[in-house]
């Protein structure tokens, strides 16, 4: 999806949507083809992980998600 001129991706887990830039703030690759694991969701390109509830990247501290508040309203996020 998209957010003004941002593309964001979505995760959803345990009832809860979680938002974040849909791009690696490494190497600038899209989450697209991404498949979540839990609150994680990997890079394709170099494999690094980052937690969707806060952007961490708990292999590299210098590096985090933009993440973006969310909730679903009826049909909307």
Do not use: K, M
Request: proline share 6%.
């Amino acid at each position: 999806g998209r957010v003004g001129i941002r593309q964001v991706a979505l995760v959803r887990r345990n009832g809860e949507v979680f938002a974040f830039r849909n791009v690696c703030p490494h190497a600038g690759q899209s989450f697209a083809t991404a498949r979540p694991v839990g609150y994680r969701v990997t890079c394709p390109r170099h494999q690094w992980e980052f937690d969707v509830r806060d952007g961490s990247c708990p292999a590299h501290d210098l590096y985090r998600l933009r993440v973006y508040p969310a909730r679903e309203e009826g049909d909307w996020i």
